[in-house]
């Protein structure tokens, strides 16, 4: 009955997985960039089969409309295009992947130990349904407006640590 | 509450001051005034009823207030030596003040949180003025690297962090620290994923304050920033941590202790060991203080085990903080004159000048806990509870490790009175201006007095 | 939506942003390159925005959404940061490995 969902689902998770395998393996930096695209835009789609819409359009807007195009233009910056792109080997391989597979056993032991109708708030909550955007712009506006004031402090140190930093006039 | 906007608007004047052509003096002035502004807000709020302010996102009681001082005062005192440091800065003077600022008010936000969204944005407004802060020598290839890997390990750390708040709230349905408490209180079987969100934020916050094992990108960052940036790191920075630290764990999960104690118990005997040994070998005083602040994270490390007693945390980050920041004042000025931080440069400084000679020695003392110094009452503060919490093993590591302390912390004090300076080191000037002397007497008389009488600041809280 | 939600069990989200997650760590661990360092850190916050979602959308709690919404913007600074560090460092060393700096120190 849900097939064509199911489907669309399973596309979308194997999008994600497959170029961020291929991401965390590529030697070659621009490649990287690119599936992290992919990645990006998979991790989108899911939000919004989640029913959290306004959060996967922002994510379209800010990871992959700011966060990304400042990668590109990082790897543009520090690697010279032109001549031939910069190999960027691995190393620690075993070490990495024996932690990181640790870790991931840990959290799939628990999570498959977990009965998720038995969390208090899954038993008495409701889903989500409707639009959540009014919600969240609420939610801002009241509940969190002191983190929504103070993360201008963050941006605004972020503009000026960056023009200091990346400024060419020298201290 | 106050403080931080004072602060927050401070760090903003300051900036607009930058476009015009205000003396160094009065950039000084205005940051100086604005701290002593904030911290008497903060006084202010000394023993009234707990305020919650913004939909309890802040809450502000005893513990919050006496944090928030500590960390003013010490950044105060601290801001008192900087002549030398923003003095070698010739561009962009406000915007360094500014980011100063900004870095206190993300301090503010992380102690006084009610709320982990408050903990998170307070924890990344200090991360992200400390990368810039430990990069601002940017010719210099160790402070850019100190940047760089302070910023890579910082924003993995922030990712741990986030992924163990995730899997609480998942767990636990909120982000309030009464909503967490309450789930972790009730009794009910706890869901598995709160033990990991647990482990993970023990891990983030670890790797945030350097404790071992995840205190490896500590010596690098230490070692390359600026000799000014470096003390600020290891003292303010550490205190507002460990304060987030404690507040954390002990509303939180100190009901669940039996889970996460023997994990905290190990890595507290990890950070006193490593931060010991590895401290010996070390040749550059400046080195030797940043293994010796991971061995001393340890001992802070040590309250959260016992989950209890905020007065032993906060007399111990005064006591350690104060005896820094006059080794940090001396190592500041000699490197200063010698042109680098190794052992051999404090070499016959007593005879040169006795008030640095005799301010290191102290600050010595009171780091490696030899009786009669602040550091020394801290150590017995904390040692006391954590044996009468039933860790013996924890205790007799930390004492062994304290021995190997006092043989690396005398290497210097030797130095400094037995060795004698070669011709050319008898003729440095140490340009010390008397605002230098005034925190070196201050500091002395602090270490001592706090020492003989600690109750001063102990049981304050 | 309310269909498309029960069809898709909330596991589904949890293990695949585990799987996520530990990418981003491996990528972390194991890369020299401090660009794709960086990439791997960004993989790990969208493991955790796309897991707090989904346990927002699954508890009907819209906190968890306005916590992603942070963390996107606190991602954004972040990367306006780090990369500034690292041209700076390309500036100084014309190379972006975090292995080079040891060597060119020593």
Known sequence: MYLLQEIIFVFFTLLTLVSAVYMAITTNVIYAAFSLLLTFIGVAALYIFASAEFIGLTQIMIYIGGILILIVFGVMLTNKVGNQPIRAKSINTVSGLLLSSALFTLLMNSIMEINFSKLPWIKNGLMVSGNTTPIIGVNLMTQYLLPFEIIAVLLLVALLGASLIAGRKDN | ?461 | MDSVIKIIPLNAYIILSAVIFCIGIVGVLTRRNAIIIFMSVELMLNAVNLLLAAFSSYSGDANGQVFVFFIMAVAAAEVAVGLAIIVMMYRNTGSVDIDLLNKLKN
Request: glycine letters at 8%; a neutral charge; proline letters at 2%.
């Open chain 2, 1 to 461: 509450m106050i403080t931080l906007v004072i602060l927050a608007l401070v760090g903003l004047f300051l900036m607009i001051a930058g476009l015009f052509d205000i003396s160094r003096k009065a950039v000084f002035g205005v940051a100086m005034t604005g701290m002593v502004a904030a911290l008497a807000g903060n006084l202010y709020m000394w023993d009234k009823v707990p305020m919650a302010y913004f939909n309890r996102m802040i809450l502000i009681d005893n513990y919050d207030v006496a944090f928030i001082t500590a960390v003013l005062g010490v950044s105060m005192f601290l801001f008192l030596l900087s002549e030398n440091y923003f003095g070698k800065i010739q561009n962009y003077l406000t915007e360094h003040y500014a980011l100063y600022m900004f870095s206190l008010v993300g301090m503010i936000a992380m102690i006084s949180f009610n709320n982990l969204v408050m903990l998170f944005i307070g924890i990344e407004i200090l991360s992200v003025s400390l990368y810039i802060l430990a990069g601002s020598e940017k010719n210099n290839l160790s402070s850019n690297e100190a940047s760089l890997k302070y910023f890579l390990m910082g924003a993995f750390a922030t990712g741990i962090l986030l992924m163990g708040i995730t899997l609480i709230y998942g767990a636990s349905g909120s982000f309030y620290l009464s909503g967490i408490e309450q789930y972790f209180t009730s009794g009910n079987e706890l869901s598995p994923i709160a033990y990991i969100g647990m482990f993970l934020v023990l891990v983030g916050m670890s790797f945030k304050v350097s404790v071992a094992p995840f205190h490896f990108w500590t010596p690098d960052v230490y070692d390359g920033s600026p000799t000014f940036v470096t003390a600020f790191m290891s003292t303010v920075v550490k205190i507002a941590g460990f304060a987030a630290f404690f507040k954390l764990f002990y509303i939180c999960f100190s009901s669940v202790i039996h889970y996460w104690v023997e994990v905290v118990s190990v890595l507290v005997i990890l950070t006193v060991t490593i931060g010991a040994m590895t401290a010996i070998t070390q040749k550059s005083v400046k080195r030797l203080l940043a293994y010796s602040s991971v061995s001393h994270a340890g001992y802070m490390l040590m309250v959260v085990l016992v989950g209890a007693d905020a007065d032993n945390l906060m007399f111990y980050v005064v006591a350690y903080s104060i005896s820094s920041i006059v080794a940090f004042s001396v190592l500041m000025l000699v490197q200063e004159a010698a042109g680098n931080a190794e052992i051999t440069s404090f070499e016959g400084l007593a005879k040169v000048n006795p008030l640095l000679g005799f301010a290191m020695t102290v600050s010595m003392l009171s780091l490696a806990g030899i009786p009669l110094t602040a550091g020394f009452m801290a150590k017995v503060y904390i040692l006391t509870s954590v044996f009468n919490a039933g860790h013996g093993i924890v205790v007799l590591v930390a004492i062994l490790t304290a021995m190997v302390g006092i043989y690396y912390y005398f290497k210097v004090i030797i130095a400094i009175y037995f060795k004698t300076a070669t011709e050319e080191r008898k003729l440095f000037t140490y340009n010390s201006s008397s605002l230098f002397k005034i925190v070196l007497f201050i500091g002395i008389i602090a270490i001592i007095v706090l020492g003989i009488c600690p109750d001063i600041i102990h049981n304050l809280i």
